[in-house]
């Protein structure tokens, strides 16, 4: 049975590539920081079959721990601090996770598994995945973005992935460790964070709807993204691990809409103008932004048979049946 490592296990794309990965016959481990976190209590209760280890991105002495008790044959890094706006506020906290935690977990298995810097010594026996980002592009140097383009990262965040990305890269070329990136661009689910815009726009249409909330406070709307779905491209990652060598890919469908875009679909849902309801609010601002992403996902077709299944109408839809459920569920149980 292979077995899984998995850092960010409570976050979107944990649960579904656990998902995922269990459907295809993996021991699947997940890594939990930190005394009592409440989110490991929804894990254990929704997916059983997980296994939680205790270990933290900050504690070089915890991942090695781990990686020597679990001996798993894949390690999938997707923990970070994850949300653009907050690595403003956590620019430190930010590189330390999200940069420097792909480090040390790269360090892990390189001591654990001896390898000495020859390639012949090599730490080949565990795959690494690193989960790298569109936001690496930032102020973008060509439309659309591949694997070839060169970064210009605009907020802490960006800046702390494009170094987890390179020493990724660094690692793959200095001890011969299978060590990939999927270079992913915005990715969305029912399970998406609420301070995401996407999420916070389907919250707000469907608490608008059941008369929960009177509009909806907002940033820039004209921005550009390349929107999925994140049950497509976990798939993406556990392909790249299973390739015969190990490399970097750009996951993303190839379309890009403005946010107002996905406002207006998500208020048409539900029957309201979304002009009507949303309003603007410097504090949702940037000091940065990142104009416009745009995937050109062929080196993932091509090489990996990758495609996304889940279109931007639909995503929406998805997302926004499950909110006006979900908010309509938690108003009954209020009363
Ligand atoms: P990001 O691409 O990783 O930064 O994903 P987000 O979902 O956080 O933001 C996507 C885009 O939506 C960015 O250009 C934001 O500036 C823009 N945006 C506009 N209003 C909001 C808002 O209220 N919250 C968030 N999170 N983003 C907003």
Same mark, same amino acid.
């Given at each position: 049975m292979?077995?899984?490592l998995?850092?960010g296990?409570?976050?979107?794309?944990?649960?579904?590539?656990?998902?995922?990965?269990?459907?295809n016959?993996?021991?699947?481990?997940?890594? +939990?920081?930190?005394q009592?976190?409440?989110?490991?209590?929804?894990?254990?209760r929704?997916?059983p079959?997980i296994?939680?280890?205790?270990?933290?991105l900050l504690?070089q002495? =915890?991942l090695m721990?781990? +990686?020597?008790?679990?001996k798993?044959?894949?390690?999938y890094n997707?923990?970070?601090i994850?949300?653009v706006?907050? =690595?403003?506020n956590q620019?430190?906290?930010?590189?330390?996770?999200?940069g420097?935690?792909a480090?040390?977990l790269?360090?892990a +298995?390189?001591l654990t598994?001896g390898?000495?810097?020859?390639?012949?010594?090599?730490?080949?026996?565990?795959?690494?995945?690193?989960?790298?980002s569109s936001?690496?592009?930032g102020?973008v140097?060509e439309?659309?973005?591949s694997?070839?383009?060169p970064?210009?990262p605009? =907020?802490?965040?960006?800046?702390?992935?494009a170094?987890?990305h390179?020493i990724t890269?660094?690692?793959?070329?200095s001890?011969?460790?299978h060590?990939?990136?999927?270079i992913?661009f915005?990715?969305?689910?029912?399970?998406r964070?609420?301070?995401?815009?996407t999420?916070?726009?389907? +919250?707000?249409?469907?608490?608008?709807k059941l008369?929960?909330?009177?509009?909806?406070?907002m940033?820039?709307?004209?921005?550009?993204?390349?929107w999925?779905?994140?049950?497509?491209?976990?798939?993406?990652?556990?392909?790249?691990?299973?390739?015969?060598?190990?490399?970097d890919?750009?996951i993303?469908?190839?379309?890009?809409?403005?946010g107002?875009?996905f406002?207006?679909?998500?208020?048409?849902?539900?029957?309201l103008?979304a002009?009507?309801?949303?309003?603007?609010?410097?504090?949702?601002?940037r000091?940065?932004?990142?104009?416009?992403?745009?995937a050109?996902p062929t080196?993932a077709r091509?090489?990996?048979?990758?495609?996304?299944?889940?279109s931007?109408?639909?995503?929406?839809?998805?997302?926004?049946?499950?909110d006006?459920?979900?908010?309509a569920?938690l108003?009954?149980a209020?009363?």
């Amino acid at each position: 049975m292979p077995r899984a490592l998995i850092t960010g296990i409570t976050g979107q794309d944990g649960s579904y590539l656990s998902e995922h990965l269990l459907a295809n016959g993996y021991e699947v481990y997940g890594l +939990i920081r930190g005394q009592n976190n409440p989110k490991r209590q929804h894990i254990e209760r929704t997916w059983p079959d997980i296994k939680i280890v205790e270990g933290d991105l900050l504690d070089q002495a =915890s991942l090695m721990n781990v +990686i020597q008790k679990v001996k798993p044959d894949e390690v999938y890094n997707l923990a970070a601090i994850s949300f653009v706006a907050l =690595s403003w506020n956590q620019p430190e906290l930010t590189g330390e996770i999200t940069g420097l935690g792909a480090l040390r977990l790269l360090e892990a +298995i390189r001591l654990t598994t001896g390898a000495s810097g020859s390639r012949a010594n090599s730490a080949a026996g565990i795959k690494f995945y690193q989960a790298s980002s569109s936001e690496m592009f930032g102020k973008v140097r060509e439309t659309p973005q591949s694997e070839q383009t060169p970064f210009h990262p605009r =907020s802490p965040y960006g800046v702390a992935k494009a170094y987890a990305h390179y020493i990724t890269v660094n690692y793959r070329e200095s001890y011969n460790i299978h060590a990939c990136s999927g270079i992913l661009f915005n990715h969305e689910s029912p399970r998406r964070g609420p301070e995401f815009v996407t999420r916070k726009i389907t +919250i707000g249409a469907a608490r608008i709807k059941l008369g929960l909330q009177k509009e909806l406070l907002m940033g820039n709307l004209d921005t550009r993204r390349d929107w999925g779905f994140a049950g497509d491209y976990v798939k993406a990652m556990h392909l790249m691990m299973q390739a015969d060598k190990a490399d970097d890919y750009v996951i993303g469908t190839g379309e890009a809409h403005q946010g107002k875009e996905f406002a207006r679909i998500a208020f048409e849902r539900v029957g309201l103008n979304a002009e009507d309801y949303i309003k603007t609010d410097p504090q949702f601002m940037r000091p940065a932004e990142v104009d416009l992403l745009i995937a050109d996902p062929t080196k993932a077709r091509d090489e990996l048979g990758w495609k996304p299944e889940v279109s931007f109408q639909r995503l929406i839809e998805m997302m926004v049946d499950h909110d006006l459920e979900a908010e309509a569920r938690l108003q009954a149980a209020a009363v």
